[in-house]
């Protein structure tokens, strides 16, 4: 029976709830706060409401107002920042933000997402294997951790004064700990002194001590304001870190035995510890024998635990993680009431009745856009098989009803979900024969191409390039006009003639500047694409877009994924105009540019009903036909962008090897279908490449572009040490900054990739697309990048 002094937890609740606001409200707030076109005092505000709405939003809903359902878990901008703040874990270089009692305002708190000056902001990463990034935390050895924020309290205290109470969220002091990267002690970080490395042994792991009274603080703190409960998100254990596993449960036991029973109840309110994003079988005995008086698992990414693990969780309450929090389909609520009551029998009978039991989503929804319903333009058929965040408390509710009182009290919701079912498995769109039979009918020989040796000689008689050769990611800035126009003719206030002259302007124009920079391999500029995915997703059969699925991606950036819903074909070519117009222009090389199959997925939400190796092979199938058609055109360079290739790297190195085979796999049948006189290059960004280094050498490009003026080229030794020995362009220019390099700074590391590069191998290029930048940054780049590559060839010839 569970502890008779402990609140009951509720049959029913979510994890979390996107925050950006439905109409990208708190986006706009902060956005216009940060441009000085309002006060603090209207973001506040703006902030309040959004919170309210959203509380009464889930209570309406169905989450109860009363008993800790309705998580509060509001961030400005990033839930592991808040943390940090919360934590006191400000790196010196803001120091001078900090007010006399070391508390740091809102306006202090952006200048850490976003840096100011000389100031670097903190560093931006993937949350786990999502398209969410959070903000890096930066331990040393002598960070100083105190309870120094009373946000938490706040707004736990808001909702209070409305009557309803919530249950605060904050990342717990483990996983807090994982995500932080270590620096050197007092590390200025301001960029103007280099940092030194931290002691060779330390990570932030070593500073649990230390951080834990910060966290029986805030604890106190929860208490004293009425909360019963807190919500301590521990989504880390379900990753496999550096650290060794012992080590991690070592830290786990430590925290908890300290938060859960060296600190006693009334005084801390009951602890709720979930384990997102993947299955932690191995922490849960170790969580509730610490004391917790809950723990969640995820029901999606993992599975029933074992007996042996149950049987070992004592009074805990299980929250378990049944609806998916990461994708937008309808549940199969049977199969999902299944699980649960599997897992209630390997509890004990009646679990659920008496509060043992809970039903949940198995992340927070922040990762899934807010209503179905918002949707206006999709097909109704396949509208009627999504679940958004609003649809999924729905979910959570029936199954929750359905568990302690029997399927038949919520019969509606189950027969629906399984009337929609059906619907979506006998779509003719969903599975169509001629896609499958060509999967099917798949060789070993329709992913290799000729060897690199012959390609190489074939490519350099047709291409003719200069040693370093130059050119760029793809994208160009988008200007106010290209915007204008790609809108008016979405509204259908243009015609498809004027939109096309309107592009065909833009290309010419990029084009014409490229030539008078000197590049030696051209671009067309992408002007036509919206983002990367979507404008594929637009014109192939098997997906579909929304037009107000926003999901926060970072800060207030938000992205709006495209569905991936059925068999993907494309019925005409794509990009084979645009690159043929372009390639028109001029007698230099027209790169063609695609997306390539992993990243198509990586920012889509993909079909539940089939691996995603399946789908990758579907939707490379279709690149492959659209990279034979640019090459008939006439486009002897083809580019097949795989940006996101580590983020869907599995979190746990046991499936790391399939994942690669089956993306690496895609990869090579899109782009495998090339001559060996057609030069097939990738690019690779927003990340670390450490662990798919091997797999880079596998895709077998001809050429690799990869982000790498940041960390000064770091990638291009592990690249030689792994034996890559293919055309590889190390960005010089860091487009994530607005700053325009120096001819010498771009020599500089020209000169350094020239280091590890042969000369023959080397390519000079930015670090990504330049679409985001203006062109009053981008020329004077470029012209930069040019000149500097020129006097390294004359240096080396
Ligand atoms: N070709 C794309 C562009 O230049 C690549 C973008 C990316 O890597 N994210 O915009
Ligand atoms: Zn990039």
Redesign the pocket.
Known sequence: MTDPTSPQLPAATILGYPRIGPRRELKRAVESFWAGRSELDDLLIAAAELRRRQRARLIDLGLAADDASIPSDFSFYDQVLDTAVTLGAVPPRFSHLLDDDGALDLPGYFTLARGAGERPPLEMTKWFDTNYHYLVPEISPRTRFRLADDRVQQCFLEAAAEGVTTRPVIVGPVTFLLLSKAVAEGDPGDGAVPATAPPEDFTPLDRLEDVLPAYVELLHALAHVGAPWVQLDEPALAVDWGVPRERVLAAVERAYTVLAAETTRPERPALFVPVAYGPAEDALPILAGAGVEAVGIDLVRGTVPSGEVLSQLGDAVVVAGAIDGRNVWRTDLDGALERLQELEAGLRPGAARDGGLCVATSTSLQHVPYDVGAETTLDPQLSSWLAFADQKVEEVLALATALTQGRDAAQEAFATAADRRRSRLEHPGVRRAEVRDRVAALTEADRRRAPFAERAAAQAEVLDLPPLPTT????FPQTVEIRRARAAYGRGELSAEAYTAAMREEIARVVRLQEELGLDVL?HG?PE?ND?VQYFAEHLEGFAVTQNGWVQSYGTRCTRPSILWGDVARSAPITVEWSRYAASLTDKSVKG?L?GPVTILAWSFVRDDQPLADTAAQVALALRDEVADLEAAGIGVI?V?E?ALRELLPLRAEHHAAYLEWSVGAFRLATAVAAPATQVHT????SEFGEVIGAIDALDADVTSIEAARSRMEVLPELQAAGFARGVGPGVYDIHSPRVPSEEEVAELVALAAESVPPQLLWVNPD????TRGYDEVEPSLRHLVAATQKVRARLS
């Not at 690019?683 to 927003?686: A, M, P, Q, S, V």
């Open positions: 760029t990611i793809g994208s671009v992408e694409r990367m540019m997306t580019q962008d940006p690019h690779l960004c927003y990504c697309g330049l679409k």
